[in-house]
């Protein structure tokens, strides 16, 4: 391949990097593959592949000297370097590629069925190494909130009668029982190969009729299940209303 051509094809595929991490830090898609900690890392990269470009762009008319003093290679080899750097450029362009032809979404009630849903949540450790305490009003409890505090409570069943408003979307889980749903979300520790699901169980007569993946907000007061085990949280659900998907889907232990 020619040094100019490849040196050109080497700047268009570092900017097209740069804008497309860019475009998806501005739209808020970003929250879909990583946790919001790293955004500061994200901009340095979009940063680093604009100056990088930016270097290469000027360095183009010393790459087509080198070209004029290497046309004595033989055309063999020059034809076999010239297909594996194709190759290389198409790896490299392959992750724009990806996220131009995929429609960014967020994990939802489809993806339990590889990862399953937990009743578990993460310990949250301050900058000292103190395990951090819940002390958020029950009705300003995310399902995260409840769920840490139902796993790290001696005695959950003090927190039976408080009033939860939560929201999240519904999952059709087959352990429960008629009338019964799961409200959940996904937790992200670092990106989205670690995520996994939590929930909280909502007792509500027409749960049955919600389909997967829709999102909720569910008001109703605690109560303490058994499901395989574990102790988890029960809403009795005084209402359910359907809502729109947040712009945050994700929630950051």
């Known amino acids: ?5 490849y040196r050109t094809l080497q700047i268009l595929i570092l900017v097209a990097l740069g804008i497309f991490l860019a475009l998806k830090l501005f739209t808020g898609t970003l929250y879909y593959y990583i ?16 100056i990088l470009a930016w270097i290469l762009f000027r360095a183009r008319g010393e790459a087509h000297a080198h070209d004029h003093e290497g046309h004595a290679h033989d055309h063999e080899d020059h034809d076999h370097e010239g297909k594996g750097t194709l190759w290389a450029l198409f790896l490299v362009a392959l992750p724009v590629l990806l996220g131009v032809l995929i429609p960014a979404s ?14 578990n949540a993460p310990l949250t450790f301050d900058a000292s190494g103190s395990l951090f305490q819940l002390e958020v009003p029950p009705n300003d409890r995310t399902i995260l909130d409840w769920v840490r505090m139902f796993n790290f409570s001696e005695t ?4 039976t009668g408080q009033a939860a408003d939560v929201v999240g979307f519904v999952y059709q889980d087959p352990r429960l029982s008629e009338g019964q749903f799961m409200v959940g979300r996904f937790t992200l520790s670092c990106c989205v190969a670690d995520a996994f699901a939590i929930g909280m169980i909502v007792a509500w007569p027409e749960g049955a009729d919600l ?17 395989d085990g574990q102790t988890l949280p029960l809403i009795h659900a005084e209402s359910v209303q359907e809502v729109e998907e947040p712009a945050q889907p994700y929630l950051f232990p």
Do not use: C, H, Y
Not at 35 to 50: D, P, S, T
């Open 156 to 159: 959950p069943a003090e927190m």
């Open 106 to 119: 967020p994990l939802g009630a489809s993806a339990i069925g590889n990862r399953g849903i937990s009743g």
């Open 211 to 227: 389909p997967d993946n829709q999102w909720v907000r569910v008001k109703g007061s605690v109560d303490v299940l058994k499901l």
């Open 1 to 5: 391949m020619n040094p100019k051509t």
């Open 35 to 50: 946790n919001e900690r790293f955004f500061g890392l994200v901009w340095f990269g979009v940063a680093g592949f604009l």
